[in-house]
């Protein structure tokens, strides 16, 4: 009994594998900038789909990577675009291996991803999602509706003042 608690315990410590799957460089660009803000990386990889590549040698290399990465957490596999080719090939692993894929990875989604990888692969999988959401922001809007709301206060707190002193 001892003995399957521990491996449960072990199971609960495991950190989920990390692939992503882009077009040309994009992925391993991606996480050389998660490693330049996070420092070492590590149990996780990129793979990219380049013009030219035969696709049963790309699921080859996705599956030997989902294979390695697996150390009892699953895979989360980050792509770069649904219905895009590297999204295609990612899919092909859900009927043969423990993964979730996520599709529009972007830096925001990807650091959140390396922070949160000790939750359950499907519960990170919708975490990622989250945080690549939020992670695309318009600034410019943003910072005008700032603006306007510090200008309305402004003008409020005026009138305020017009008003007490006219009371006064």
């Given at each position: 009994?001892?003995?399957?608690?521990?491996?449960?315990?072990?199971?609960?410590?495991?950190?989920?594998?990390?692939?992503?799957?882009?077009?040309?460089?994009?992925?391993?660009?991606?996480?050389?900038t998660a490693e330049?803000?996070?420092?070492?990386?590590?149990?996780?990889?990129?793979?990219?789909?380049?013009?030219?590549?035969?696709?049963?040698?790309?699921?080859?290399?996705?599956?030997?990577?989902?294979?390695?990465?697996?150390?009892?957490?699953?895979?989360?596999?980050?792509?770069?675009?649904?219905?895009?080719?590297?999204?295609?090939?990612?899919?092909?692993?859900?009927?043969?291996?423990?993964?979730?894929?996520?599709?529009?990875?972007?830096?925001?989604?990807?650091?959140?991803?390396?922070?949160?990888?000790?939750?359950?692969?499907?519960?990170?999988?919708?975490?990622a999602s989250e945080?690549?959401?939020?992670?695309?922001?318009v600034p410019g809007?943003?910072?005008?509706?700032?603006?306007?709301?510090?200008?309305?206060?402004?003008?409020?707190?005026?009138?305020?003042?017009?008003?007490?002193?006219?009371?006064?």
């Open positions: 009994m001892a003995e399957a608690n521990r491996d449960n315990s072990a199971e609960a410590q495991a950190e989920a594998g990390i692939i992503v799957v882009s077009h040309a460089d994009y992925g391993s660009s991606m996480l050389r330049f803000i996070l420092g070492p990386l590590s149990d996780c990889t990129s793979i990219s789909v380049d013009v030219g590549q035969e696709v049963p040698e790309t699921v080859r290399r996705l599956k030997d990577a989902a294979e390695r990465l697996d150390k009892g957490a699953g895979v989360i596999v980050l792509t770069d675009m649904f219905g895009g080719t590297p999204t295609n090939l990612a899919l092909s692993l859900l009927a043969t291996h423990r993964v979730e894929v996520v599709t529009g990875v972007n830096l925001p989604m990807l650091l959140k991803v390396f922070s949160a990888r000790r939750l359950p692969l499907d519960q990170l999988a919708a975490v945080a690549g959401v939020k992670g695309i922001v809007s943003m910072l005008k509706s700032r603006q306007k709301a510090s200008a309305d206060r402004s003008e409020r707190a005026e009138r305020e003042d017009k008003a007490d002193k006219a009371k006064g």
